[in-house]
């Protein structure tokens, strides 16, 4: 088991910056993908980005492509998301996931076996 905190979320205006971070605890000695996903009020749950256990790897939704990072700290069990340049469309619930070890999981929220409870983003014009 993988248990999944994130952090970080608040209000910002259009333009702005945040770093949102989620704190893994648990299984952590093992290797295994992590992503972000985003929520808005009545949509459905969207992939952001993913990132390997080396971090060799990472993947990007096409909006957020340049304007986004993805980064992971394994020795602090730790994944990260810098978000640049937000605009009101990333206004949403973000949240970490994490796939389970020998999973190499793509953009669909299902791949994904482990998941925290979110942090809200809202990004004002």
């Known amino acids: 088991q993988v248990q999944l905190v994130e952090s970080g979320g608040g209000l910002v205006q259009a333009g702005g910056f945040l770093r949102l971070s989620c704190q893994a605890s648990g299984r952590t000695n093992e290797n295994y993908y992590m992503a972000w996903f985003r929520q808005a009020p009545g949509k459905e749950r969207e992939f952001v980005a993913l990132i390997s256990s080396s971090s060799l790897s990472t993947l990007y939704e096409d909006s957020v492509k340049g304007r986004f990072i993805i980064s992971r700290d394994s020795a602090k069990n730790a994944m990260y998301l810098y978000m640049n340049n937000l605009a009101p469309e990333d206004t949403a619930v973000y949240l970490c996931?994490?796939?389970?070890?020998?999973?190499?999981?793509?953009?669909?929220?299902?791949?994904?076996?482990?998941w925290g409870q979110g942090t809200q983003v809202t990004v004002s014009l």
């Open positions: 996931a994490a796939a389970d070890v020998g999973v190499r999981p793509g953009t669909i929220w299902n791949d994904y076996a482990y």
